[in-house]
């Protein structure tokens, strides 16, 4: 992934990559201690996750500039399903040849204002959707983790007037990202155990330690997953003699837009399949929350898995979906990451998860527009047949 490049030269490269890998698991742990208060606990499970947030803020400032006291103040303001936080990149093609890449994350703006307001600024085409999706997290950015929709313009003004017209734009975003298409941006990396201090280490302790104290008092299912990671995360390191550099962990307080993802899995025949969710008991594709340290395209591609049993692949992303820009009005998710997807195995059998789902079909276009559909789902599926390609076909281009 040549992730180095973003490496400071005068810094020590396994110390630099121990520091940036530590910032990466207090910013995982972030999340679990949010998610975990967000959707309710116990007096005593909550009381653990936030003590796990003061691990995680303990953590990052053994490689950030700032004081532990200054990260735990910022990470006690999350309010909202802590996820990958949304951005646009855009690459624009000038009048004089200059190109230039203006990168920042979404906030009050909408996705689909923010693309329309960049286009009419330019006297450019609003382009149909991103080509591509570049990740942070991918490329060991030490920022918070962000996955940026790439868009391409084209403007007959000069760089000096495109450049005075865009917003500034977020400085923790500058380095190199490697940008994938949607449909291979389904990307899990083979971490080796990071490298740690002895002063790591008794963080981590501590850490494992509430992990094991809620394994045996924690009854809810999500609870006990929360914190089988929890484990994992402390277990994946190994004890080591690291002088941490000192480096910027990035905006810390970015707003965190909440990315769901979903993926609408086709067969041969064109039918989409749909679950038929335990909560309210109307129709679905298989979906979820986005998690911290997971590219958007994998956590469709694991809550297919989870959901339903089935291994699938990517084929397009259908829709960069920000409810937002639709009379949805508020969620839990604002922004959805809808992709269009196959089985790996056509002979793979349907494993429903009974926590989520109650049972399946695979049904046409004219059948799901009969279905009782769960909210925001009457747009993303059409969409999602729009945007299908039977196996084999070509690609069909975006815009």
Known sequence: MEADRNAPQHADLADLEAAVGLARLAGMLRAEAANGLYWGAEPEEGARLRRLRVHAAALMAEVDHRSSAEILAIFEGDTVLRTPLPGTEFRIVCGDGTRIVHRKRLGERTLGSRVAAVAAALGAEVPEGPFAIADTDLCNLPCPHTYLLVYEFATALDG?????????????????????????????????????????????????????????????????????????????????????????????????????????????????????????????????????????????????????????????????????????GDSRAPMIMSFTARRIDVDQPIRLAELEASDHRWVTREEAAELDLFRGHELRVPAAFARHVPRGWPKRPLG
């Open 160 to 328: 000096g007037a495109v450049t005075a017209l865009l917003e500034p734009g977020d400085p923790d975003l500058e380095g190199y990202l490697l940008e994938l298409a949607p449909e291979a941006s389904a990307v899990r990396l083979e971490r080796k155990p990071l490298r740690v201090s002895a002063a790591v280490r008794e963080i981590l302790a501590e850490v494992a330690a509430l992990a094991a104290e809620a394994l045996e008092t924690v009854d809810s299912p999500y609870g006990l997953e929360r914190r089988e990671r929890i484990s994992a995360l402390c277990e994946h390191t190994e004890a080591a003699e690291v002088a941490y550099p000192r480096i910027d962990c990035g905006d810390l307080a970015a707003p965190c837009v909440s990315t769901g993802a979903d993926a609408a899995v086709f067969d041969d025949e064109g039918r989409l399949l749909v679950i038929r969710r335990t909560d309210t008991g109307q129709w679905a594709v298989p979906g979820g929350m986005a998690e911290v340290g997971e590219p958007v395209g994998m956590s469709a591609v694991r809550e297919a898995a989870e959901e339903t049993g089935l291994d699938v692949e990517l084929t397009s992303l259908s829709w960069a979906f920000d409810k937002r820009d639709t009379n949805l």
